[in-house]
């Protein structure tokens, strides 16, 4: 029998009971970490959480949008659209032709047609200032060696006041347009009334 000193005193560990305490004493430490790192992760994501839900709410909203413009690259055309720039181009009884976009019915129509003796400033003034517009105009004008010629301009009015979802469904949708107009020699962006100015419209014809 062991005496009662032997009892008291601390007996060393064996290999196993030394190496069993150590893994006890890792998993401790790994789960006090964990514990830590869960509860400040759940603290920044209270402190963030409106923020973030905002940014989400927005980029959601411009996903939608921009969606929506893609699925309108292949918008229809009516046909009084290529009527009326035929006769424009073959028979020159326009000088303009301003053309719409109709979100209901989702296809190009005819919004406007200048008579042969309108003028430039006419067709700019047939422009709304804050909605977006294709249009063509037959531009008349003398070449530096004094020959009258005439061009046909296309061009896509998309002014910074309009709306978002209207500038880029007439963004997506201004190829499909613009390869119905055959004949177009001359094509121009404005964004601005600046931008198609008759000086830069005869600076790009000539």
């Not at 560990?13 to 970490?33: E, W």
């Not at 009084?80 to 035929?86: G, I, P």
């Not at 063509?136 to 296309?154: E, G």
């Not at 002014?159 to 001359?186: H, I, N, W």
Request: aromatic share 10%; with cysteine; hydrophobic share 35%.
């Amino acid at each position: 029998l062991s005496s009662p000193a032997s009892l008291l005193s601390p007996q060393p560990l064996t290999t196993t009971q030394f190496s069993r305490s150590s893994q006890l004493k890792t998993r401790l430490l790994r789960s006090f970490s964990l514990s830590l790192s869960l509860s400040l992760s759940l603290s920044l994501c209270s402190f963030c959480s409106f923020p973030y839900l905002n940014w989400s709410k927005g980029l959601i909203h411009h996903r939608r949008i921009y969606n929506m413009a893609n699925s309108s690259s292949g918008m229809a055309v009516h046909d009084d659209c290529k009527l009326k720039f035929l006769e424009l181009k073959a028979k020159r009884s326009h000088r303009f032709i301003v053309f719409k976009i109709e979100e209901k019915i989702q296809q190009v129509i005819v919004e406007k047609v200048g008579s042969p003796d309108e003028t430039y400033d006419d067709f700019t003034a047939s422009m709304p200032p804050n909605e977006c517009r294709y249009a063509v105009f037959d531009f008349d004008f003398i070449t530096i060696d004094n020959c009258q010629k005439s061009k046909i301009f296309f061009i896509a009015w998309s002014p910074d006041t309009s709306r978002v979802r209207s500038k880029m469904l007439y963004a997506s949708s201004k190829d499909r347009f613009r390869r119905e107009l055959e004949g177009v020699q001359v094509e121009l962006q404005a964004t601005d009334p600046s931008e198609m100015s008759f000086d830069i419209i005869k600076a790009r014809a000539l």
